[in-house]
C-alpha cells in the first residue's frame, strides 16, 4: 500500500504540462514579440462576452515556415463578431503571440491561472481576426457539438420564458454560460448550484430511462449483454453531449461499473466500486485530482454512501410519503457533510437553506431532466406534439426558478467570509470517520482521540471568527469591473469604485465577499468603524487618502517575504514604481511586474504608535 501510495505520488509529476519533449513550448518557446503559426483540434467553445474562448489541442506549430508536429493546449479568444463559426472538433490555423495566463487580482475571487493550470493550459492569446477553419478531425466530437447546437435550438423554440429556458439548457446540457448572472447566484445562495453541473442525477436518471426503454423491447434479456451494452453507449453519448465535465465522467464510469457488473451477475461494495472509478480517471488524467469539480462530486458520493444510511436509520417516519422527505434529507445531510470544509476552502462561503433547496429542488430537477428529454425527441418524431406539451417542462422550471428565488431571498442566506485552513480538509474527515468508529464499536480511546481533535478544530473555528470581526482593507482589480478599494468589517465588505464608473449604492452578494455594498469613491459613508468624507477613509488610526497627494520616496518598505522565491509581484499589490525588502540590516531592490501609480488611486499610512511592535521586531 505504501508503494502504491508513492507511485500514485509521483505519477502526475510526469504529466505536469511542458514535460514532453514535443511539447509546443519545447519546440518554438513563446517570446515577446514573436508571432508563430499554431494547428490544432478545437477541444471546447465557450461565448465571454465580445469572445468566444476556445481550448485548442495543439498538433502543428511553425516558426520561420518551418512545421513542426507538437502537442500540448493552448487557450485561444476568438472575437465573437466572426462570420464563420468555430464548432468542437473542427481544425483551425491561426497565427499569434502566446502570453502567459496572468495572476488573479482578486484575492477574494477565482483563481483562473490555477483553474487553467491544472487542465494542462499555460498560455493564452488573443487574435485581432478569425482563424483559418478546416473540415473537422474528430467525428465525433463535432457530432455531439452539432447534436448540443441542436437541442439547443428546440429548447429556444419550445420554452419563451429566458430563465426557465437557461434552467434547462443548464440541467440538461450542463450549459451553464447561457445562464444570467442573476439566476446563477440564486441557485448559489440556495444550495442548489450543484444541480446546474452534470452529475450523478442526471446520468442516472438517463441511464434508468434507457434501461427501461430497452428493457420494455426485450423483456427476457434484461440482464443479459445485448441490454446492457447499449445502455452504456447511450450514457457515454449523454456524457460527452454535455461536455463531459469532471462530475459526469465520473457518474459516467461508475454507472458503467454497475451496468457491467448486472450484466455479469456481480455486485460490488458502492465505496469500492466509487474507488475503481476515480482510479482509472486519475490514471487517464492525474492532474483532475485537483479540480474542484472532481473533489466535490466524488466527495458528495462518499458521503452519501457512508453518512446516508447512518442518518436515514437514526430515525423511522411512519407514511411513505414522509420516509420520500426524510430520505431525501438524509441525502442532502450526508451530500453537504461531506463537501462543507472543501466548499468553504475554495467559495469561502455556506448557504443556510440548504436543507430546503434538498427537499424540493432535487425531485422538481429530476423530473424537469425527464420531461425535458421527453419534449425535445417528442420534436424529433412529431413536432407537433411538443409543441403541445412544451408546456410542462417550463412550467417545471418557472416552478424551480420561484423556489430557488424564494429561498435565496431569505435573511441570512448566505453565511459567507470563511478561510478554513487547508488542514481542516484532512482533520475533518478524521474526527467523522473515528467518531463514527467509536460510536458503532465503542472503543473509547477512539473517542477520546476524536473529542481531542474536535477541541482543537473548535478552537481554530473561533479564531477564525474573531477574525471576521477585525476591519481589513486592500486595493484591488475586480474582473471586469476595474480597480476598487476593498475594506472588510464584521463579516461585510465594502467594494469602493475608483474608476468612477458606479454613481449609486447596492447591496449584492458576491462569491467569496458575502455581503457586500457596492459604492461610488465620491460619496461619504460611515461603515462599521470606516469612516470616509471625500478623499480620506479612516478606520480607527488608520487613513487611506488618494486624488493629487504625492508620495516622496520612489520605494516603499514592507514585510521581509521569502527571497528564494523570486516571484513576480502580483497585479493586486499597488506599489510605485518599485519596491525595497528587508533582511535583517540590508535592503534589497527587486523591480516589480506590475505597476500601479499610488498618486492616482491612492495609499495607505498607519500611526507609528499602532505599530510599534511590529517596528521593533523588524515587521515594518
Keep these: 500500500m505504501i508503494w502504491i501510495a508513492l507511485a500514485g505520488t509521483w505519477y502526475p509529476l510526469f504529466h505536469l504540462p511542458g514535460q514532453d519533449s514535443t511539447h509546443w513550448t519545447r519546440i518554438c518557446p513563446p517570446v515577446e514579440g514573436c508571432s508563430l503559426e499554431f494547428s490544432g483540434e478545437v477541444r471546447s467553445v465557450a461565448q465571454k462576452g465580445k469572445w468566444h474562448r476556445v481550448l485548442l489541442d495543439v498538433t502543428h506549430v511553425s516558426l520561420e515556415g518551418q512545421q513542426q508536429n507538437a502537442t ?71 457530432t455531439m457539438a452539432k447534436a448540443r447546437l441542436q437541442v439547443q435550438g428546440s429548447l429556444d423554440q419550445l420554452i419563451a420564458e429566458p430563465q426557465a429556458r437557461q434552467l434547462l439548457s443548464a ?110 480517471l486519475l490514471l487517464l488524467d492525474p492532474f483532475m485530482i485537483f479540480h474542484v469539480g472532481f473533489q466535490l462530486s466524488v466527495l458528495a458520493v462518499a458521503g452519501i454512501l457512508v453518512l446516508q444510511p447512518l442518518i436515514f436509520q437514526s430515525w423511522l417516519p411512519p407514511g411513505r410519503v414522509s420516509r420520500f422527505f426524510w430520505n431525501l434529507t438524509a441525502v442532502t445531510l450526508a451530500a453537504q457533510a461531506a463537501t462543507l470544509v472543501v466548499s468553504l476552502y475554495y467559495f469561502h462561503q455556506m448557504p443556510v437553506y440548504f436543507m430546503l433547496s434538498g427537499l424540493f429542488v432535487v425531485p422538481l430537477s429530476g423530473m424537469l431532466l425527464g420531461s425535458g428529454w421527453i419534449v425535445v425527441l417528442l420534436q424529433l418524431i412529431a413536432g407537433q406534439w411538443a409543441l403541445w406539451f412544451g408546456w410542462i417542462p417550463e412550467m417545471i422550471a418557472r416552478l424551480m426558478n420561484a423556489l430557488v428565488f424564494g429561498i435565496a431571498s431569505l435573511p441570512g442566506s448566505i453565511s459567507a467570509g470563511w478561510s478554513p485552513a487547508v488542514w481542516w480538509t484532512v482533520l475533518v474527515p478524521v474526527i467523522l470517520v473515528t467518531g463514527l468508529y467509536a460510536i458503532r464499536y465503542r472503543g473509547k480511546g477512539v473517542l477520546i482521540g476524536a473529542l481531542a481533535l474536535s477541541l482543537g478544530l473548535v478552537l481554530d473555528v473561533g479564531n477564525l471568527l474573531y477574525k471576521r470581526t477585525i476591519s481589513d482593507w486592500g486595493i ?27 454613481s449609486g449604492v447596492e447591496l449584492v452578494q458576491l462569491p467569496g465577499y458575502g455581503t457586500t455594498w457596492l459604492a461610488p469613491a465620491n460619496l461619504d459613508l460611515d461603515f462599521g468603524f470606516v469612516s470616509k468624507r471625500g478623499k480620506v477613509l479612516t478606520t480607527c488610526s488608520d487613513t487611506l487618502s488618494w486624488g493629487s497627494l504625492a508620495l516622496a520616496p520612489d520605494h516603499v518598505a514592507i514585510g521581509k517575504p521569502d527571497l528564494a522565491m523570486r516571484q513576480p509581484l502580483p497585479e493586486s499589490l499597488i506599489l510605485p514604481y518599485g519596491i525595497r525588502f528587508r533582511d535583517r540590516l540590508e535592503w534589497e531592490e527587486l523591480p516589480v511586474s506590475h505597476r500601479i501609480d499610488l498618486r492616482d488611486h491612492g495609499y495607505w499610512t498607519q500611526s507609528i504608535e499602532d505599530c510599534s511592535d511590529q517596528i521593533r521586531d523588524g515587521g515594518l
Excluded at 112 to 137: A, C, N, T
Aim: proline share 5%; aromatic share 10%.
Design 72 to 142: 500540448g493546449k493552448l487557450l485561444v479568444y476568438v472575437p465573437a463578431d466572426e462570420e464563420e463559426p468555430v464548432f468542437e472538433g473542427k481544425m483551425i490555423t491561426f497565427q499569434g503571440n502566446p502570453v502567459p495566463v496572468p495572476p488573479s487580482s482578486d484575492p477574494y475571487g477565482f483563481d483562473w491561472r490555477r483553474y487553467l493550470f491544472v487542465r494542462g493550459v499555460s498560455y493564452q492569446v488573443f487574435l485581432k481576426e478569425g482563424p483559418v477553419i478546416r473540415d473537422s478531425r474528430s467525428v465525433w466530437r463535432s
Design 171 to 280: 440541467i440538461m446540457l450542463g450549459a451553464r454560460d447561457e445562464m444570467g448572472e442573476e439566476v446563477s447566484q440564486a441557485y448559489q445562495a440556495s444550495g442548489a448550484v450543484h444541480i446546474l453541473a452534470v452529475s450523478g442525477l442526471h446520468v442516472g436518471l438517463v441511464a434508468g430511462m434507457a434501461l427501461f426503454l430497452v428493457s420494455f423491447l426485450w423483456p427476457s434479456r434484461r440482464h443479459s449483454w445485448i441490454v446492457v451494452l447499449p445502455v452504456i453507449l447511450l450514457v457515454w453519448a449523454y456524457v460527452f453531449l454535455t461536455g463531459a465535465a469532471d462530475s459526469a465522467l465520473r457518474a459516467g464510469v461508475l454507472f458503467s461499473f454497475l451496468l457491467l457488473g448486472r450484466a455479469m451477475k456481480r455486485y460490488g461494495e458502492g465505496l469500492n466500486l466509487l474507488a475503481g472509478a476515480v482510479l482509472l
Design 476 to 502: 484591488i482589480r475586480r474582473q471586469g469591473e476595474g480597480i476598487e478599494l476593498m475594506v472588510r468589517h464584521q463579516g461585510s465588505c465594502l467594494l469602493m469604485d475608483l474608476s468612477g464608473e458606479r
